[in-house]
Every structure is written in C-alpha cells, then in structure tokens.
C-alpha cells in the first residue's frame, strides 16, 4: 500500500515539476508580449508623452527661476535694510515702508506664480499617470486576448491541485519530512 502512495507521490511530483516549467515558459512568453507592446506603445506615443515630460520639465525650471528672483530681492532688501547710509538717511522710513510694501506683493504674486505651476505639474503627472496605467489596461488585455492569461490561471490552477494532493499524502508516507521543499522537488524525488 505504501509503496503504491510513494508512486503516486512520485507522479505527482513529476507532474508538479512539469506544471513548473510550463508556467515559466508561459511567464516568458507573456513577458514577450507585455514587452513587444511596451514597446510599440512608446513608439506610437512618444511624442505626446515627451511633450508632458517637456513641459514637466520647464515648469520646474520656472519654479527654480522664480525662486531665484524672490531670493535676489529678499537679498536686495536686507542689503537695503543693513546699509548704514541708507539708515541715517531722513527718508529712510518711507523707504523702507515702500520697499517691504513692494516686496511682500512680489513675493505674494510670485507665490502664486508658483502655486499656478504647482498645479499644472499636479495635472501633467496625472496625465503621465493616466498613459500608464493605460498601457497596463491595454497590455493585460492584450494578453487576455492571446489565450496566454487562460492557459496561465489554469497552469496555476493544476499547480495548487497537485500541491494540495502532495501535501494530503505527505503524512500517510513514513519517510518523508512533514513539510515539503519545493525548490527541490527533484531531490525529493531522488529520495524516495
């Protein structure tokens, strides 16, 4: 009896191995896919996802332009503030009640310069993001299309009966650990 569950064991060890490679080689030829389309995908939209990626681009340029200019100013304005002959000047008060007026608008128009840019780089990622996740979409219903996806979910499928059989038998045969080493199933074979 027992030697009829070792058989059967080494059957269904054989066929697991099977299974195995069958799902790597279907794994491969989906990852072919997914490239090959990746691939023509790019081809067809590069330009328009180079325009988003451009215009990502420039606006963080402006961004660090801006910034700059809001710097050199603020810098301007504390020079202003620490020159000793501007200080002792009798127009100095006027001076700096208008300059610090005229910068806090420069810095508040500015800043909403920035907040504007801040928004269309928001709406540029999601676009970059909206292509992306439509290239996932139409790859994975490519893949579905070719018979690859069903051919795979059923080598899954016949994957866990197999598991779920092995480890029903493991038990019952004496010689054999309690749990099984599945990146090994040859020296499981070999030892029995």
């Not at 058989?7 to 080689?25: G, P, R, V």
């Not at 866990?160 to 020296?187: F, G």
Request: aromatic content about 10%; charged content about 30%; glycine content about 2%.
């Amino acid at each position: 009896m027992t030697g009829k569950r070792i058989d059967f064991f080494k059957a269904l060890l054989i066929d697991l191995e099977d299974t195995y490679n069958e799902l790597n080689k279907v794994s491969e030829d989906i990852s072919g896919i997914s490239s090959k389309h990746l691939e023509q995908y790019n081809f067809i939209n590069k330009e328009n996802r180079n325009s988003e990626v451009n215009k990502l681009r420039t606006n963080i340029e402006k961004i660090k332009e801006y910034n700059n200019h809001i710097t050199d100013e603020i810098n301007r304005w504390y020079i202003f503030t620490n020159d000793p002959q501007e200080i002792i000047k009798l127009t100095f008060p006027l001076k700096f009640y208008f300059r610090r007026l005229k910068l806090r608008k420069e810095i508040a128009v500015t800043n909403k310069q920035i907040s504007k840019i801040f928004i269309e780089n928001r709406l540029i990622k999601e676009t970059l993001k909206k292509m992306e996740r439509m290239i996932e979409a139409n790859t994975l219903e490519q893949i579905k299309n070719s018979g690859m996806y069903k051919e795979y979910e059923a080598l899954l499928q016949k994957k866990e009966e197999r598991l779920s059989d092995l480890r029903y038998l493991l038990p019952t045969i004496p010689s054999l650990p309690k749990e099984l080493d599945l990146n090994n199933i040859s020296n499981i074979y070999v030892n029995l």
